[in-house]
């Protein structure tokens, strides 16, 4: 039972835009799971991966064994029935910190920057902010987790975000990969070009 942060990647959309799994695309050689996990890692946190369809495939191409798979088995629901998942494995924990596998390039300091603030906000919802512009990932102390629950599904965590405004705190970073969404075969040619192989 885990009692302190934990930090969970959702990972088991369809990828029907993609083609492909994203978790399996590259960054740098990395896939782009790979790459999250350690990053997450970095901060010592637990890393708990959530997976759909595609959680064989995934696990022969990915090292998941520091890592604890969780398996959604309709994930066609949205992202939030897999952060539900995890919920019914981590409801015990102190919160989550949700990073979705299609935002590969947030960097280890953005992650350990929002770990250091939950130390000093631990009842607040923690946002990465550039520039004045939200992204991801997104720490949800326990006291959110019900909400979490009963959020509708076609709007996710989002929605406990836009309820609990006043709870809600933008932590400044200098990490531009923080609004970088990677869901189609475009936006992963983009960041080709910026000299990134995601192929």
Not at 66 to 84: E, F, K, M
């Amino acid at each position: 039972m885990v009692k302190g942060l934990a930090s969970v990647i959702l990972a088991a959309g369809f990828s029907s835009r993609m083609g492909s799994p994203k978790a399996l695309l590259e960054l740098r050689g990395r896939s782009f799971l790979r790459t999250i996990i350690e990053r997450h890692k970095l901060s010592s946190l637990p890393v708990y991966v959530v997976l759909g369809q595609h959680n064989l495939h995934v696990a022969e191409r990915v090292d998941l064994s520091n890592t604890t798979v969780l398996v959604n088995p309709d994930p066609s629901r949205g992202a939030l029935s897999s952060l539900i998942i995890a919920l019914d494995y981590l409801g015990e924990s102190e919160g989550l910190l949700i990073h979705p596998v299609d935002h590969p390039l947030v960097l280890a300091d953005t992650i350990k920057c929002l770990v250091q603030h939950h130390r000093r906000l631990p009842a607040s919802i923690l946002l990465p902010s550039v520039h004045g512009r939200k992204g991801h990932p997104v720490l949800f102390p326990q006291r959110f987790f019900f909400d979490l629950r009963r959020a509708p599904l076609d709007q996710g965590a989002r929605w406990v975000v836009h309820q609990n405004l006043a709870s809600t705190f933008l932590v400044p970073v200098e990490d531009s990969g923080i609004l970088v969404n990677v869901n189609t075969p475009a936006q992963a040619s983009r960041l080709d070009r910026r000299g990134l192989n995601v192929s």
